[in-house]
């Protein structure tokens, strides 16, 4: 690990942590684990549950059983979508801030090459996703414990950890060129729009049976939220191809002369 890289990394750190920014996407992905626990606990009691009304009406629609199964389902649902947003969020965060707080210029005058930066921004990225999903499943099995839920062999739930973790990286890989959008856009609109076309494109190719190989569709697909299609080798290709591609797009646009304009 080289010194710039090391620096880069430093203040990049320093900069999630000076924010309130990771506090907000814990805040987040805690209201997630509490609604996915809220949905089981209408299920498990479905007569407690009838002053809920119409939520309680799509607690029962959703297709869920109320065991470890039905709620590890749940939560690799919450990734496979909502981790599409998330990701992007963070990304765009990270990313686009230099350019809506102004400070690029000085990024470009550092003595540290400019694809040291953009690697450390994406190491910050991975470990601030990394997190926020740790924590996701932290709280769904600590609810899930409390609300003494059958079915919880090691089977089950590492079965379903482990899908969900799957889905997870896959997303993680998808959502990479949103950061190239970030420094193209020079702000946070434009990435945020296209993170909102991809989460409707995604629905789009799921429904037309092209789940599997549209980008922002295979994490959905490892999660097993496709019916009839399934994860294959083009796909898991096809995700890993286009991290790579939205970390050198990225890269390249920093190394370029339109960075400095």
């Known amino acids: 690990m080289s010194g710039g890289y090391r620096a880069a990394l430093a203040a990049e750190a320093l900069k999630a942590r000076r924010s309130k920014m990771p506090l907000l996407t814990f805040i987040a992905m805690s209201a997630a684990g509490l609604i996915a626990a809220l949905f089981m606990f209408i299920l498990v009691n479905p007569a407690r549950a009838q002053r809920l009304g119409l939520l309680n009406e799509k607690a029962h629609l959703s297709g869920l059983t109320a065991d470890w199964a039905g709620l590890l ?47 450390a921004k994406f190491t910050v990225v991975i470990v601030w996703s990394a997190a926020m999903n740790i924590w996701l499943a932290g709280i769904v099995l600590i609810l899930g414990w409390a609300l003494g839920l059958p079915g919880a062999s090691p089977h089950v739930v590492m079965h379903g950890l482990s899908g969900t973790a799957i889905a997870a990286v ?35 190719a ?25 994860l294959a080798a083009p796909g898991i290709v096809i995700a890993v191809l286009t991290g790579l591609a939205g970390v050198f797009s990225t890269v390249t646009w920093w190394r370029s002369g339109r960075a400095g304009l």
Do not use: K, N
Request: aromatic fraction near 10%; glycine fraction near 10%.
């Open 170 to 204: 896959l997303m993680l890989l998808v959502t990479t060129p949103v950061a190239l959008v970030a420094c193209a856009g020079r702000g946070y609109l434009a990435a945020l729009a296209s993170a909102a076309g991809a989460l409707i494109l995604a629905q789009v």
């Open 73 to 119: 389902s749940f939560l690799a649902q919450i990734v496979a979508v909502g981790d599409l947003l998330l990701f992007s969020f963070i990304a765009t965060w990270v990313f686009g801030r230099e350019f809506s707080d102004g400070t690029m210029r000085y990024l470009l005058a550092l003595p540290i090459p400019r694809s040291t930066i953009v690697h």
């Open 206 to 230: 799921a429904a037309l049976g092209w789940g599997g190989i549209f980008p922002s569709s295979i994490p959905a697909v490892a999660a097993g939220l496709a019916p009839g299609t399934r």
